[in-house]
């Protein structure tokens, strides 16, 4: 084919591609219209946004007709739930239901600072009073708290403390919640400080999300649940899913999670730089899988490195904790030095074990990040 | 209002939504139409199916047209890569330009293996002439060697080396190349054994992949590149990238990506079977950036443990390595345990600037990622 035949062709089926793409981003509008109406419509009966059933459904019926016309029905489903994550901030934009209009005032200590403006907003938009106390307030604070119905402490964790501490007038009948990575020891402070009904809330995300529809918040018990009930419920409403676990299985937990993997990432990139690697050379040498995995540890190194060490020195049981990983990865390691594969692979299965039946579904749900990953690459 | 109103509202609108969604499997379906008539097209005269400018000017149009009607210019091309990269599958499906029809034959031993198939599957594609070698075929290898224009070995990396060594007999103008992961001794024992051209190759992906493209080959030079290079242009119409690497430096950047990273990450799974961690509740306590962390531990459980052990036994120097990095987590974890915050912070900025600008972009790209593990949550 001559080249100019070819290029000619070539244009005339790319320009198709650009009306059917035009018509894409028309149709997508359509969507979100009809989207924000739902959340309208929700909103004003306060309901939630998040309707799993409805999206299985949905998803159900657009992967049997994808099928049907030959397309891969993971394909719709990829695009569907992009789409519908988008369509439940369209449906955030227009309020939430306020499930309980008798609080007189939502207070928010550390209002300004990157999680605590997420509650303000939240409370805000459900037509709550809210009140934030930063620094500079505190001279006026018992003004502030004085008729205060919810407290939230959401300062940064090593002044959660000295903070809980000051909050030694509250009213009686005022929720004192905190939302720290940790929750044994805030618990124990707010405990101690005041009289009424507490509640620990551990928000399992960061502070770049733009709604938290299928987000986690963890509650631990402190005292009355009963009285905190409509706060977890309005949590609910905007979204989020309430995971109940005590104090102490939260911490463990999160040691073996967040303290361990924030720790052994920030060591993994020290190794990298103290080896001498080429960081460029790595990328362009990466796998999806080694890219994602980059992606991973390089992201940790653009923020905040005191948000990261404020984490790891909260608690000095996460010590021992990744003592006990360095000396099981050294352990490991013998098995590789005397060449003892079986031994190697026995462990391997063990934890395979272990990890039952997630392990597959993890390596289902991987596929579609590493084609992300890859979709990503320049 | 009342249930009953509030129902018939809502059901009204999901059927709107219903209307939108059936247009939209509609609409890419003419849009894979479309697609596969270009992939025709580019493969009657062997361009690559991967066009990335061709690619970011569609994104830079649509996000724009999004932008103008209001709608975020992010899902729209969250959406058209992904559709971008499922039509890469229906321009592949329609073969490829053979870019030496002098080749007389390519030879695949272990082609009936994961790894192998692919490559079979490829060429056969490209209207190569293949022959494939399986353990059975051993006695009549002789026969099906004699006129290979090239030997690719793509059998497990601890049997390599024992099958190169028994291509002592290649026709002196064939190209012996083999994939294993690493590099520098299957090269020098193909240069011991073959006196023509030798190509060592690492392709940087899984078993699972449905296309080359974006994908990234690593090529590390043997002998004699000039008469090789047309398998390499090969590979490009494939849609890969090819990336010329020293096999030493290979085998170094992989020791320190691949085999750490997967050592590390059956540790950190063999470190939380051990501590007695619940995964039900990990799994449920997670948000997105630790459940993202979980399934890239469990989907290796999932797996073939020899796959693994293969691997990180393969090469002793990674044992020391990997010493070194668990030296440096305890030498860490010293800062922790004294409360020295101050060196943990500075040796963390430190690791920052290495990182360099690649630290934002990962940080922005990891949003996406996140945003995806989001998605996945059932």
């Not at 320009?15 to 997508?28: G, T």
């Not at 059933?53 to 019926?61: F, P």
């Not at 007709?65 to 397309?71: M, W």
């Not at 540890?297 to 060490?309: D, E, K």
Request: charged share 25%.
């Amino acid at each position: 084919m001559e080249k100019i035949v070819f290029d000619q062709k070539l244009a005339v089926l790319r320009d198709e591609i650009d009306v059917i793409d035009c018509q894409l981003v028309e149709l997508l509008k359509k969507r979100r219209t009809v989207t924000t109406k739902v959340g309208e419509l929700k909103s004003e009966v306060g309901m939630p946004i998040y309707a799993p059933e409805r999206e299985e459904a949905l998803l159900i019926k657009r992967r049997k007709q994808a099928q049907d016309v030959g397309l891969n029905p993971d394909v719709i489903e990829d695009v569907l739930r992009r789409l519908m994550s988008d369509s439940y901030l369209s449906q955030d934009a227009s309020g939430y239901l306020c499930v309980n209009p008798s609080c007189k005032k939502v207070v928010v200590i550390g209002g300004k600072g990157q999680l605590g403006r997420i509650f303000v907003d939240l409370f805000t938009r459900s037509n709550y009073r809210v009140e934030v106390i930063e620094q500079e307030d505190w001279p006026n604070s018992k003004n502030i708290l004085s008729d205060a119905s919810v407290v939230i402490v959401a300062v940064p964790i090593r002044l959660t403390s000295s903070i809980i501490q000051k909050l030694n007038d509250l009213p009686e009948q005022c929720i004192l919640a905190d939302v720290t990575s940790i929750k044994e020891s805030p618990l124990y402070e707010m405990l101690k400080v005041h009289k009424g009904p507490v509640v620990g809330l551990h928000p399992m995300f960061g502070p770049d999300i733009t709604s938290l529809v299928k987000q986690t918040v963890i509650a631990c018990e402190g005292r009355d649940p009963e009285s905190y009930q409509w706060l977890l419920e309005q949590i609910k409403i905007w979204g989020a899913k309430i995971y109940t676990v005590d104090a102490v299985a939260h911490d463990q937990a999160m040691a073996m999670v967040q303290v361990m993997r924030h720790f052994s990432t920030i060591a993994y990139g020290y190794h990298l730089m103290t080896e001498g690697a080429d960081i460029a050379q790595l990328v362009e040498m990466s796998s999806p899988i080694y890219r994602l995995e980059l992606i991973m540890v390089g992201r940790l190194f653009a923020q905040n490195p005191v948000l990261y060490s404020d984490i790891i020195f909260s608690n000095s049981d996460n010590i021992d904790m990744m003592k006990r990983f360095a000396y099981r990865f050294l352990e490991l390691l013998e098995d590789v030095e005397t060449g003892d594969k079986e031994s190697f692979i026995n462990m391997f299965n063990q934890v395979s074990d272990w990890f039952g039946d997630y392990a597959g579904d993890f390596l289902k749900e991987s596929k579609s990040m590493l084609l992300k990953a890859n979709e990503l690459k320049k």
